[in-house]
């Protein structure tokens, strides 16, 4: 177990340095200049150059590099070039947002998909696994920014339980907070629940074929408990792996559904930074979704070895 | 009173019987073995008496009691109280029967807790009980282990523990020892002695092996495609052989190939030869900074294989043979030694040298037809057949095996296991090789089909001068078709000599230990003869 771990750490450490390599590099091969983009068509060269100077832009690669990284490890993001403002507050009253939304989704994906999945599988092939299959197909086909845009009509235009968009902040209480985010969550989790429930259903399907829920059978246990008891635990491991997937992916990829539900997430502040040149600001940003996606990784890892006693000793 | 009765048991499957009439008795303290070829529905029978057969098979008739009991008149959740607690069950694969992800001290007392609504802590010490009972001490084999820290005997035993440690009266054991080795099968089937014995319950076991069940059973029943064929006192039935089937299936069990001398123009000729062969693997690190170990599965190695000669291996699981096996076919890479085809190395004699595997079933791709999966070897050949020497090869290599000439144009699933057995050695004949190596080629075939799979290889080995290395773990089978046999043991060839003088009079301790633990066919040639005698007087 010890070795185990400390080969995941190790990973996580390496993978971390690799990307934080490659994305100052992909920037630096973007082309546009930042001091150029923000002072005008008509900024004079000289102005230009000043500008580079104050901005820390005409070091060599491999300084700028070190000290980005240096900056990052002492929690100092860099300025950043339009809003001149610490990117490191910038990004975190977004992540606020962010992550609860993305946990939120997460969270409702897991609790449609795990009961549907073990449903499906323990009727397969009976009408209520078929049912099941098709809405999981419908679930994928529906376009989230659709779907999300008829949540809004429904429940914020018709019924009024929601606001239709905007977030209050959480300072006006946890609760207001959530309530703005469940409309987002939802819209978010319906494709996520769906992808998850088909998984959970075939690796249950798979174990439920296993000659050790034979052996569960004739000790006496019901269909149901053999399942609960010992088929779910050995369903899990793809399981596991796609959840972790789904966490990155929510994370970052909830761009579309923060621009229909106006919310200042770390998906608009990306896309922002992006138009803006303001390359500040989306490298630490994609560093900090990196971090986020290898640190998932490693916990799904840890999952795995919780899961199975197997891989505690392999890997 | 009986614990079991089962009164003309009727089972199919949508279009198609599958047990018809079938009826025995057990009694306690009696062991009762069913045997039978695949489909006969010995597994099916078991798995009636416990109401967990598959979806698809229904029953249309007949009665099982269980002490009495009509288990057909329970309801699922009072079937859920006799499994596991009047009933217990073991099965085949040891390997996979147990959950990989719990312990072996949870899985015991869960069999405890569910029947007798014991705490954790009793069901826990319960379980530790059972499982001294079976022969796994408190020492080496805390409840915390997993499944997978366990070997494949040990693992049947955990299985056992679990299917007794309620006391049923009736125990079923479907092939419990097939997939272990001759001394683990001895001592498992010792502990199902004693705890029949001990416990005074009734013992269902299913075995296709007549040796087992010669040694193991009281009585006997016979089935063939869903009937059964004779009952009865097991030495009565065996020694009388009253149906013409338990004959068949008598004659084929004990089955000698006529293995024709060696002979042909290179005969005796030095073919294989193999010095002083190290394989090892690495173990993994306990810390990322300490050396790479290895563990040596094949310590120094030596032999050779003649022209035309047959040869067997024989160990037990874990003794290196595979290992030793895929290092000769090219496939592994050695250690130390040399190994040397005809003075090359196996990676550039490949066509010279070719394999039969286990498994029928998963060593053919289902999605290519049979010409195409038999002519694959081709493919290391320089110079490309032609269209009509393919047709040529294919059919000679057809005809060789005694398959159609039309099996070219199939799909591997239209074939039995044996006729794909025979297409996995057209597959090793279309090369013309020297050498064919079966890796436990005919283990996995029933015995009348054995049988023939044998006199095929007998036959192909005279006509076409091939040498055999014949790997396996069934000493009755190397009997009858090697020359010379080599014993293995951890890594080493303990003993090598003349077939018939090895198994006769080994020298070896373990040669000794595997002939003694190997279940043997009573041999009534000589008590028939008598009793034939006396009845013509």
Known sequence: MISYLTKRLASLVLSLFVASAVIFLVIEVIPGDPAAYMLG??????????????????????????????????????????????????????????????????????????????????????????????????????????????????????????????????????????????????????????????VMRSSLIDVLGEDFMRTARAKGLSTQQAIFRHGLRNALIPVLTIIGLQFAFLLAGGIIIEQVFALPGLGRLVFQSISQRDLVVVESVVMLLVFAVIMT??????AYALVDPRLRVRA | MSVLQVENLCLEVPG???????????????????????????????????????????????????????LGSLSEAEMCRVRGGRIGMIFQEPMTALNPVQTIGDQVAEAVRIHSGASRREALERARQVLNRVGLDE?????????????????????????IAERPALLIADEPTTALDVTTQAQILDLLKGLVEEFGMGLLIVTHDLAVVSEFSDRLVVMREGEVVEAGPTQEVLRQQRHEYTRALFKASGHQAHLPPVAGEHAGKPLLAVRDVFCSYALPRKTPFSMRRYFDAVKGVSFSIRAGERIGLVGESGCGKSTLTRAILGLEAIRGGTIAIDGKVPETARGRVQVVFQDPYGSFNPRHKVARLITEPFHILDRQPTAGERRDRIAEALEAVGLPLDSADRYIHE????????LAIARALILKPELIVLDEAVSALDVSVRAKILDLLADLSGRFNLAYLFISHDLSVVRSITDRVLVMKSGEIVEEGDTQTVLATPSHPYTRSLLEAAPKLPDFTQLRETANVSESL
């Open chain 1, 41 to 198: 068509m008509n900024a004079r060269p000289d102005t230009i150059a000043a500008l580079r100077t104050e901005l820390g832009l005409d070091g060599s690669v491999f300084e700028r590099y070190v000290g980005w990284v240096t900056g990052m490890l002492q929690g100092d993001f860099g300025v950043s070039y339009t809003y001149r403002t610490p990117v490191a507050t910038m990004v975190a009253d977004r992540l606020w947002i962010s992550l609860p939304l993305a946990l939120y989704a997460l969270f409702l994906t897991v609790v449609i998909a795990f009961p549907a999945g073990i449903f499906a599988a323990s009727r397969r092939g009976q009408a209520g696994d078929y049912g099941v299959i098709g809405a999981t197909q419908i679930g994928i086909a529906i376009p989230n920014f659709w779907f999300a845009m008829i949540l809004i009509l429904v429940f914020a235009i018709n019924m009024r339980w929601f606001s239709a968009g905007g977030f209050p902040g959480w300072e006006n209480g946890f609760l207001q907070g959530l309530k703005a985010l469940t409309l987002p969550a939802v819209a978010l989790a319906l494709p996520q629940a769906a992808i998850l429930t088909r």
């Open chain 1, 297 to 302: 990784n490693f916990l799904v890892d840890l």
């Open chain 2, 16 to 70: 198609k019987q599958i047990l018809s009439g079938v009826g025995f008795e057990i009694a306690a303290g009696e062991i009762l073995a069913v045997t039978g070829e695949s489909g006969s529905g010995k597994s099916m029978t078991a798995l009636a008496v416990m109401r967990l057969l598959p979806n698809a098979v229904r029953k249309t008739g007949g009665r099982i009691l269980l002490e009495g009991q009509d």
């Open chain 2, 139 to 163: 020492e080496r084999f805390p409840l915390s282990r997993y499944p997978h820290e366990l070997s494949g005997g040990q693992r049947q035993r955990v299985v056992i523990a679990l299917a």
């Open chain 2, 415 to 422: 074939f039995s296991g044996g006729q794909r057995q025979r």
